[in-house]
């Protein structure tokens, strides 16, 4: 199993960027797909984006398509999560987390691995 760190959330205007990180220990990192999901308050975790245990392919949900970027770093054991043009509807928590198989999925139920968050904030 992976234990997840995230860092890099706080506070930003409309329009501007952040880049969250999320560190990983333990084994075999590239054998895990690794998704960010957010959680807003009041609102159910979501999905945001996904990619698969090689680095090559990259799936984002529609709202954050365009504007987001997910990459990941398996010599160094850390994903990331570039985010660009923010919009205050972009406020919530973060998570970091991993899929025991290499394939993406937009499935929470499919990540059993779980960072504890970092809050970002978008003000307008």
């Known amino acids: 199993q992976l234990q997840l760190v995230e860092s890099g959330g706080g506070l930003v205007q409309a329009g501007g960027s952040l880049r969250l990180s999320c560190a990983a220990s333990?084994?075999?990192?590239?054998?895990?797909?690794m998704g960010w999901f957010r959680q807003a308050p009041g609102k159910e975790r979501e999905f945001v984006a996904t990619?698969?245990?090689?680095?090559?392919?990259?799936v984002y949900a529609d709202s954050v398509k365009g504007r987001f970027t997910i990459s990941r770093d398996n010599a160094r054991n850390t994903v990331s999560l570039q985010m660009n043009s923010l919009k205050p509807e972009d406020t919530a928590i973060y998570y970091c987390?991993?899929?025991?198989?290499?394939?993406?999925?937009?499935?929470?139920?499919?990540?059993?691995?779980w960072g504890q968050g970092t809050q970002v904030t978008v003000s307008s």
């Open positions: 987390a991993a899929r025991p198989y290499i394939s993406t999925s937009r499935d929470i139920s499919d990540y059993k691995n």
């Open positions: 333990g084994r075999a990192f590239r054998n895990y797909a």
């Open positions: 990619i698969d245990g090689s680095g090559r392919l990259r």
